[in-house]
């Protein structure tokens, strides 16, 4: 484990940078400051980049949008890699007509429209169309009541034998600088325990994720594991996900993670990073 003073040192080494999102790239509070020089950076130096995010509320054309309204235009649709495209290939190989029924926003439902299913809100299950129900997608955390729809979502599994996919498998986001709020992947284990059923998840620090993401680059060039780096704030999705698959990882203290806790957290869980930094911004030389 090295300490990094300017993440510029780390982008040397690699030729493909994966980025996480949230807490790396962006906060609570919009983009990380000065973000776009790294991005100014990767294009001077000829480096490939990809952002490989757990985030299945939006199609990846949708999250380009949110980063461009930001001011970072350096990030297209093509540059995204998420959690819900993995769900969407799991539901073209299984899932092959009918109803999925979901949690989350209309956006996040993206995933099953455009393969030519049926979406539904899990409000909208009931007595006269349960039995047409064929999986049931967590998406997101916003977009439902949670009191009402996750009683119908315990409801749904208990009577029907469907797959229950996690598309967003994260527990917790960052709300503020020192609290978190739940996420669909902390609802998610929560009716898992309930129904007594496993549920398949997509998403870091699942393998799947980064051999997803390593295919679509060996798909048009050779590539070895030792050119890529894997940035992320959190040691249990961003870090372990990156190290299992062979990846170096590079923790950055811009989010989950802060510098205070750092020491702490890496001796406690055991899960170490190739690198630590304080943020993923290039800084200019001195």
Not at 33 to 57: C, G, H, M, W
Not at 191 to 215: L, T
Request: a negative charge; aromatic letters at 10%; charged letters at 20%.
């Amino acid at each position: 484990m090295e300490r990094i003073d300017n993440f510029k040192t780390i982008v040397d080494k690699y030729n493909i940078i994966f980025f996480d999102a949230f807490g790396v790239l962006k906060n609570y509070h919009g983009l990380v400051p000065d973000i776009e020089r790294t991005f100014e950076y990767l294009k001077e130096q000829n480096k490939e980049y990809y952002i490989v995010t757990n985030d299945a509320s939006r199609s990846p054309v949708q999250l380009a949008s949110s980063y461009h309204k930001m001011g970072l235009h350096a990030i297209t649709p093509d540059r995204i890699i998420s959690s819900g495209m993995l769900t969407k290939e799991y539901l073209y190989l299984k899932v092959y007509d009918g109803i999925v029924a979901y949690l989350g926003t209309e956006d996040s439902a993206h995933y099953i429209e455009s393969l030519g299913l049926h979406p539904m809100p899990v409000s909208e299950v009931n007595a006269s169309n349960i039995d047409n129900v064929n999986a049931l997608l967590f998406l997101d955390d916003e977009g439902f009541d949670w009191a009402r729809d996750l009683n119908i979502a315990v409801n749904l599994l208990r009577k029907r034998t469907i797959p229950a996919i996690v598309a967003n498998t994260d527990d917790t986001y960052p709300a503020t600088i020192s609290d978190v709020s739940i996420a669909i992947g902390g609802l998610a284990n929560m009716i898992e325990s309930i129904v007594g059923k496993s549920f398949i998840r997509f998403g870091k620090p699942d393998s799947q994720m980064f051999m997803f993401a390593y295919d679509l680059i060996r798909e048009y060039r050779p590539i070895s594991k030792k050119e890529i780096v894997m940035v992320g704030d959190t040691l249990h999705t961003d870090i372990l996900g990156g190290n299992k698959f062979g990846f170096d990882t590079v923790l950055v203290l811009s989010g989950n993670t802060l510098p205070q806790d750092v020491n702490t957290r890496i001796n406690s869980t055991g899960i170490v990073p190739t690198y630590i930094c304080d943020t993923a911004v290039v800084k200019n030389d001195i």
